[in-house]
């Protein structure tokens, strides 16, 4: 096995005869840009807006909104190079194709095992809220499922385990046995994954319309939210702007972030689209900006009806309305997080099937992925894998681990699109000038050789002003800290070596941004999710040079 053959490229040209007109036609092209963008807003309006937001204004206070504009810019930089891509490259696979195009086989690999962390593992946690909330809206038509109907087995045995009462303790205390098998598992969150499992190996065209209808309801739903809290709003809750500083508004950082996943989804559509190099871009920057006005109007109606410090809560929409005794929007909420978590998941169910196709196709995932079913012109077999790997952890995990998966798989997938970016990307204006096609999108060109590093230095010394603590504390290695402040440390030296690189090879400015913008967000990453991390690449390489690395088209070729 030769080392140079983990970074062998696949040429441009092939990928778009596999998924162009070539070899590999055969998705129904039925999207335009309304449909990818609204599936773009029925990707990022979910799970982040009806609970982490929560959670979000609780340690920021009302200087939230702050946050949330900078996870804008870090994402709006990020769906310009997906945007670059998805025009250069209109074929399924999202950062996994790009990453082959620029970095290599490894890379590409690697990129496609973490997505799987965004789209299927990150489905298993919206299922287990949808249940949530889904429970509470038929409890309101009298209608009662038994808990251990509404739970999953790991939350129920610890909270037996350490005797706390609630729904855990009486699930199971009243689950039926079977040989000394306690019977509990979460019924609403199965059922939704076989639903969506259902719709997506149906058809495009069926999903687009139900994700439309869904995105109008719960648009609708947040104006309504938005209108009726207005008129609670006490602006003194608003004093102070932030009650816990800057580092408590950035201590909601990875609330925040998880808010905006999603708008990447719309990448794995290229093949479904009717021009998906004028198309794509504009559905993923479209969905980005809708969306962040609407966040940061909801942070500053929430926090303007109550005290911050009453937000951290898995519900803050409703809670609000419950503390204002707005008892009718409380049902109107409950249905709006159902039809704002099902559309998400309906979006990321979508997307793994089309990026394990495109593996397959590469020869590193079996054939079988590739298969369209004739019929239904969907990947079928690849869709029901998908909703095995979703439906089947429900039985026995919890949404606290599959939580933490999600948000670093996204970034780390992120950092590789915007440095592959930063490779392909023209380094001149004129460069830029010739190579460019009308229709298709291009990052336009901002030469970072003085502007990156002057960024950089004003950086430091408005942190050093405001936060005068934040460099000793973070060279602080004292008590075992040298684990924590490790990422940081870090970061500071890839910023240090990008710097140099902008200096001498002129890098483009707005790809460099956004790597050096998300591999920060890295930075507020726990040490056990890192740790969990790597476990699961691990797991992704034994499974790559067991099969994929020898059944590799590029090998065969």
């Not at 038509?141 to 909270?159: D, M, R, V």
């Not at 929007?329 to 979508?350: G, N």
């Not at 690849?382 to 039985?395: E, R």
């Amino acid at each position: 096995m030769s080392f140079f053959n983990l970074f062998r490229k696949k040429p441009l040209g092939t990928i778009l005869q596999q998924g162009g007109d070539g070899e590999h036609s055969g998705l129904n092209k039925v999207l335009n840009v309304k449909d990818l963008t609204f599936f773009g807003i029925a990707a990022i309006i979910g799970g982040g807006t009806f609970s982490a937001i929560g959670n979000a204004c609780f340690s920021g206070g009302p200087g939230v909104i702050l946050l949330y504009v900078m996870c804008a810019i870090a994402c709006g930089f990020t769906a310009m190079c997906y945007a670059e891509f998805a025009s250069r490259v209109p074929v399924s696979g999202s950062a996994y194709t790009y990453a082959y195009v620029s970095f290599g086989e490894i890379f590409a690999w690697i990129i496609g095992w973490a997505l799987l962390m965004e789209y299927s593992i990150g489905n298993i946690y919206i299922a287990f809220s949808w249940s949530g909330y889904f429970t509470n809206l038929i409890e309101t038509f009298g209608i009662h499922l038994p808990e251990w109907l509404t739970i999953n087995y790991k939350s129920a045995h610890a909270a037996f385990i350490e005797s706390k009462a609630g729904e855990g303790l009486l699930a199971w205390q009243n689950a039926p046995s079977v040989g000394g098998l306690k019977i509990i598992f979460d019924l609403p969150a199965v059922l939704i994954n076989i639903l969506i499992t259902y719709l997506i190996y149906r058809g495009t065209q069926e999903s687009r319309n139900i994700s439309n209808v869904m995105v109008y309801i719960k648009l609708t739903i947040i104006v309504l939210v938005i209108i009726v809290g207005a008129f609670y709003i006490d602006i003194n809750n608003w004093t102070p702007f932030m009650p816990n500083g800057f580092g408590g508004v950035m201590g909601g950082v990875s609330a925040v972030f998880f808010a905006y996943i999603g708008f990447d989804a719309v990448s794995t559509l290229a093949e479904e689209s009717k021009n998906p190099q004028r198309d794509l871009p504009r559905g993923m920057i479209y969905s980005l900006i809708i969306c962040t006005v609407v966040y940061i109007i909801l942070a500053l109606v929430i926090t303007g009806m109550v005290s911050y410090k009453l937000l951290g809560v898995s519900d803050p929409l409703a809670e609000i309305f419950a503390l204002k005794g707005v008892k009718w929007m409380l049902f109107i909420v409950s249905i709006a997080a159902v039809v704002a978590m099902t559309s998400v998941m309906l979006v990321f169910q979508m997307g793994q099937p089309r990026i394990w196709m495109t593996m397959s196709r590469d020869g590193l995932m079996p054939k079988k992925f590739a298969e369209i079913h004739p019929k239904y012109k969907t990947p079928g077999f690849a869709s029901i894998i998908t909703g095995l790997v979703v439906g089947i952890p429900i039985f026995f995990t919890d949404e606290n681990f599959v939580l933490d998966f999600t948000s670093i798989g996204t970034l780390f997938a992120f950092v590789l699109v915007c440095g592959g970016v930063l490779m392909l990307s023209p380094q001149s204006e004129a460069e830029l000038t010739d190579r460019a096609t009308k229709g298709k999108f291009r990052i336009p060109y901002i030469n970072s050789k003085f502007v990156f590093p002057a960024i950089v230095l004003l950086t430091l010394v408005i942190v050093n002003t405001y936060i005068p603590t934040f460099f000793s504390e973070t060279f602080d290695f004292s008590n075992g800290k040298l684990a924590t402040n490790l990422p940081m440390i870090a970061f500071f030296i890839l910023v240090l070596v990008m710097s140099i690189l902008a200096f001498i090879k002129n890098l483009s400015l707005i790809p460099l941004l956004g790597l050096v913008s998300c591999c920060y967000l890295l930075t507020g990453m726990a040490v056990s999710n890192w740790k969990w991390f790597g476990v699961w690449l691990l797991i992704g390489l034994v499974f790559y040079f067991a099969y994929g690395y020898k059944n590799s088209k590029l090998n065969k070729a």
